[in-house]
Structures are given as C-alpha cells and as structure tokens.
C-alpha cells in the first residue's frame, strides 16, 4: 500500500531539504527522500554540501588556515608558539564532527516542520490519477504517491577517462577530504574552485601542491583583473598552477601516482605525486532515479531539462540544484528550492539568476556577482570601473591581511551596478553587500553615499563605490 503525499522530494542536500521544509511551512504534507549513508550507515541529510563539500571542505580550510597564521604570522604580533605541529587526525575528527552537526541540524529541522523522512534511493515507478509514485529502497522499503515530485538528486564527481577514483591514490572530492597525513607531494588536475580550495588546505600544511589546468586562461570565468591578482597571491604562496596543459597518461602504482603531460610549450613532462586530486567539474545524478518510468527528459549531459521555473517536461514534476542547468552551488540550489515550494502553492516564486554570488574560499578569498569586465565588453555595454586597495583600507592593516582589492562595475549611463568584484580578506562576506545593492538596482552612487562602519573592511566597498566616481577620500 503506498503511502500519499501532498509533496514528495528525492534528495536531502540544500536544494530538497530546503525545498521540503518550505513546502511543509506551507501547509503541504511533505516527504523526502534521501540515501546519504554516515560512516555508521545511518542517515546523514545535507547532501554533497554537508557530508562532503561546502561545509568539510571550509572546516578543513579554517583549520589550516589557523595552521599557517601560527606557522608564518603570528611572530608579528610578538607571538612566538615553538615548533608548530598539525595533528591530522585531529583536524579531521574535527571536520567530521562539524559535518554531524549539521546532518543532526537537518534531521531536528524534519522533525520540527513534520517532514516524513525515508531513508533509501527513490526511483520512479510510474504516473496514475493519484499522483507519481516513487519507490524507496534501503534501510527503508516504502512506495510513496505524490501529485508533486521534487527532484534534487544533486551531482557527482566526475572522473577522467580511464582513471577511476579509488578514493586512496586518486581521489574526488570525497577522498581529498578524508586524507590521513599530510602528502609530501600533491598533484591536482583542475585549477577550478575545488582545486584552489584543496590545493590551498594542503599547501598550507606542508605539501609541495602542483594543479595542471587544461585551460590556458586562469580562472577563466572571474573577471581577469582580479583572477590576475589572485594568481601572484598563489604564487607568492608557492601553489604552483600549470595553465594550458594537456593531461596524457596516469599511472596507479605502490607509491604514488604519475601523471605524464604536456605542459604549454609543448614538452613531455612527468609529475610524481604521492596524491591525486581530480577535480575536473561534477555531473548530475540520476542513476538509479528511472527517470524513463515517468518519461523525464535529460539533456546531453544527464541533467534533467528544466525551464525557467523548475519544471520539467512532465506535469507535476520539479527539478532543482545541482541536477539542472546552472552554476552548481548550495545557496542556488536552495533558492530554487523554496521557489520551487512556492510555484507548487500558487504563489510566484522566483530566482534571480543575475544576482547569484560566488565565492572561492581560497586566501586570499575570490568574491563575485553580476557581469566581468570581460562579459561587459563582450555584450557592448558603456561602463565605468573603480577599484580600491586593501592596502589602503585601515582595518585590513589592523588585520595583518592587505592583499587584493574591491572592484565596482557600474553603466556608464545610468550608474547602475553591474558587477562586483572582490579579491581580499573576507571577501566572502563583505560581497552580501554588493548583492542587496544589485537586487535592490542600486547605483554606485547609492553605496558610495552609505555610511560604513570604521574601521571596516566594507570601507573597501564604499571607496571602490567612490572610486567609481573617480572620488576616493582614502587612496
Ligand atoms: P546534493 O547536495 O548533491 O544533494 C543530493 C542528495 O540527493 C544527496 O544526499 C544524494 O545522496 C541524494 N540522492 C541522489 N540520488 C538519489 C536517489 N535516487 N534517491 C535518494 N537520494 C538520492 N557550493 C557552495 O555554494 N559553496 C561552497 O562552498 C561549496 N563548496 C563545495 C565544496 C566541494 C568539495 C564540493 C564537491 C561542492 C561544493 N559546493 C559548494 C557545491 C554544493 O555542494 C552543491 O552545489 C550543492 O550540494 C547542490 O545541492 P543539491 O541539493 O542540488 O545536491
Ligand atoms: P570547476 O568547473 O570549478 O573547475 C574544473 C576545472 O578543471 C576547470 O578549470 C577546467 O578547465 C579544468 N579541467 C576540466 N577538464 C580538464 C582536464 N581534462 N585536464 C585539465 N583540466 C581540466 O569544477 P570543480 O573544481 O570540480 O568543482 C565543481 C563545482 O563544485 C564547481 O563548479 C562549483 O560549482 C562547486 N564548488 C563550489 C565551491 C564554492 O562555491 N566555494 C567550492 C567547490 C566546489
């Protein structure tokens, strides 16, 4: 006998688990489901975020972070500590225990909104009068019926042809965050947001890091002016990025890995590593989801085709997050999710797909939203540019941290913001900013005449505001 729903979901990272405590808020009778095993099998909710992405991948950034300041910064401040050890084990215990936190906040959160939650793998059965009915198998046996289904099933590593992960040489994202000591010497093939983030932890705690990107270009998506000004911040630290390679033979033996390339010059090169990060982009999961039950279209990629709202190709049935189209980021994943709810209750849900920051949670951080000067110029659009210095800024002096800039993209008619751009300290808060002021359609003018708290490193906003003008009070 199955069991009726107003609202099925199928996947609990921040897309569905979103989804489903907004659906529930809204008086739906919500289930979801999700496979997500912890390492004692039971349930973890949070998806790829929680158990192996955003929030591992920041503890272990916070930690060597904390690392390298002792090893290399805190002698400044007149602080001397002796010989500074890392206990890997530790530092992993740690992350995980973070990760259970959250998992454990989901599982509460389900409870408090009177989520019915089946852990297992959903797959669909087929469509009636009733709704669409999706199987749950696991540690839970259940048919369940919804007239609305919500796919987030969310995505996956992708590997290199001919080199599987095996998750103890070479590794995806899930390995690269469970190594047990410190490599002697790492190797990485892409220098996307993974690589500089994974590259960054290890680098920091004593590996000789090498990323190999294929792309001749770095950072290719960021505005170049900032990416420019990353890439002497890398250096300056020692991770070494190779653009413009061409990646050839990877060889698996006893000690190590070995990556035959041929660098941008075109000479045949070897790179002996103890380690292997492939971290070349992710694909949507639908395995296992038989989406040919119920004719759910997927695109060339494998993701399911969605328009503008969410909705697939078969009434009543709803994808969101990492399993479209779009960047492959939690916070997107669950405004689709609440948007997604919404549509469902009759109300006009909506994303703002022109608003949507990014942030790379590298040192220093990347921060963005809106257009590149690269896509400005491309799309013949008049703007003005200002940038200003973390140099110049008070408090990032304070802070010991005055590496990178903050850059205002604005139409050179109106004075409508276009872009922000930050590369510096804490540049993954300080782009909030720049993204109220983009959804509200402010001007530069408009930041420029709000006052900002001193000393602050949203000084930094506010004079790159200014600089827009061709006014800064403080460079
Ligand atoms: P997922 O989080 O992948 O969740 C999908 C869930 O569905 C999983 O639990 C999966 O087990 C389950 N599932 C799949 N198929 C089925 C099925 N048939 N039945 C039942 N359950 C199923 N994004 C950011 O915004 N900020 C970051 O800092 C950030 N850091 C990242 C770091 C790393 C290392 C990685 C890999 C990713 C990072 N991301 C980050 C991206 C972010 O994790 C994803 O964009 C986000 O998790 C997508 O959410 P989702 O709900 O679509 O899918
Ligand atoms: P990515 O798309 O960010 O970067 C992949 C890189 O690999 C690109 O630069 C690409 O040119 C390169 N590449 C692809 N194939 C290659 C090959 N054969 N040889 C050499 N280089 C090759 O993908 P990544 O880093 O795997 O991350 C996946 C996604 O996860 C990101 O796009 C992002 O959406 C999400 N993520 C977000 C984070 C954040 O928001 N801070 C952190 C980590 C991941």
């Known amino acids: 006998m199955s069991k009726s729903f107003d609202v099925v979901v199928i996947g609990g990272g921040p897309g569905g688990y979103i989804a489903a405590i907004r659906a529930a808020q809204l008086g739906f009778q919500v289930a979801c489901v999700d496979e997500w095993k912890s390492a004692t099998g039971g349930p973890a909710l949070g998806g790829t975020c929680t158990n192996v992405g955003c929030i591992p991948s920041k503890a272990l950034l916070q930690s060597s972070e904390h690392f390298d300041h002792a090893n290399h910064h805190f002698a400044e401040h007149g602080i001397s500590v002796g010989k500074v050890q890392i206990d890997v084990g530790q530092m992993l215990a740690r992350k995980d225990m973070v990760v259970k936190q959250n998992n454990d906040g989901i599982q509460y959160l389900f409870k408090k909104n009177k989520i019915a939650f089946f852990h297992g793998r959903g797959a669909f059965l087929g469509s009636s009068d009733a709704g669409h009915t999706v199987q749950v198998s696991g540690s839970v046996e259940e048919t369940l019926t919804a007239k609305h289904v919500i796919v987030a099933t969310g995505s996956s590593a992708r590997a290199l042809p001919g080199t599987p992960f095996d998750e103890v040489n070479v590794l995806s994202n899930d390995g690269a965050l469970r190594v047990g000591a410190v490599p002697k010497k790492l190797a990485l093939i892409g220098s996307g947001v993974i690589g500089l983030e994974m590259g960054s932890v290890w680098r920091r705690l004593g590996s000789d890091v090498t990323i190999l990107e294929g792309l001749p270009t770095f950072l290719g998506a960021v505005d170049q002016q900032i990416a420019k000004e990353a890439k002497k911040a890398f250096d300056k630290q020692g991770l070494k990025i190779e653009l413009g390679v061409q990646?050839?033979?990877?060889?698996?033996?006893?000690?190590?890995?070995?990556?035959?390339?041929?660098?941008?010059?075109?000479?045949?090169?070897?790179?002996?590593?103890?380690?292997?990060?492939?971290?070349?982009?992710?694909?949507?999961?639908?395995?296992?989801?038989?989406?040919?039950?119920?004719?759910?279209?997927?695109?060339?990629?494998?993701?399911i085709v969605v328009d503008g709202d969410c909705k697939?190709?078969?009434?009543?049935?709803?994808?969101?997050?990492?399993?479209?189209?779009?960047?492959?980021?939690?916070?997107?994943?669950?405004?689709?999710?609440?948007?997604?709810?919404?549509?469902?209750?009759?109300?006009?849900?909506?994303?703002?797909?022109?608003?949507?920051?990014?942030?790379?949670?590298?040192?220093?951080?990347?921060?963005?939203?809106?257009?590149?000067?690269?896509?400005?110029?491309?799309?013949?659009?008049?703007?003005?540019?200002?940038?200003?210095?973390?140099?110049?800024?008070?408090?990032?002096?304070?802070?010991?941290?005055?590496?990178?800039?903050?850059?205002?993209?604005?139409?050179?008619?109106?004075?409508?913001?276009?872009?922000?751009?930050?590369?510096?300290?804490?540049?993954?808060?300080?782009?909030?900013?720049?993204?109220?002021?983009?959804?509200?359609?402010?001007?530069?003018?408009?930041?420029?005449?709000?006052?900002?708290?001193?000393?602050?490193?949203?000084?930094?906003?506010?004079?790159a505001a200014l600089a827009v003008d061709k006014r800064t009070l403080n460079f």
């Not at 890995?257 to 070349?280: M, P, Q, R």
């Open 247 to 303: 990646v050839g033979d990877i060889k698996v033996g006893k000690k190590g890995v070995s990556v035959a390339y041929t660098n941008a010059k075109g000479e045949a090169v070897v790179l002996d590593a103890d380690k292997l990060i492939v971290s070349i982009g992710r694909v949507p999961n639908t395995t296992g989801l038989n989406p040919v039950a119920v004719g759910l279209a997927l695109d060339e990629r494998g993701a």
């Open 312 to 463: 697939t190709n078969v009434p009543g049935i709803w994808a969101v997050g990492d399993v479209v189209r779009g960047p492959m980021l939690a916070h997107k994943a669950e405004e689709e999710g609440v948007a997604v709810a919404e549509r469902i209750a009759g109300q006009h849900g909506h994303v703002n797909f022109n608003t949507i920051p990014w942030v790379i949670y590298t040192s220093p951080e990347i921060a963005w939203v809106g257009r590149t000067e690269q896509q400005l110029k491309a799309d013949g659009v008049a703007y003005k540019s200002g940038t200003f210095p973390f140099l110049a800024n008070g408090r990032a002096r304070a802070l010991g941290d005055t590496t990178g800039m903050v850059k205002f993209l604005a139409d050179a008619a109106t004075d409508e913001i276009l872009g922000v751009h930050i590369v510096g300290p804490m540049a993954s808060e300080l782009i909030a900013e720049a993204v109220v002021a983009m959804e509200f359609k402010a001007s530069a003018e408009d930041i420029a005449r709000i006052c900002h708290a001193h000393p602050s490193l949203s000084e930094a906003t506010k004079e």
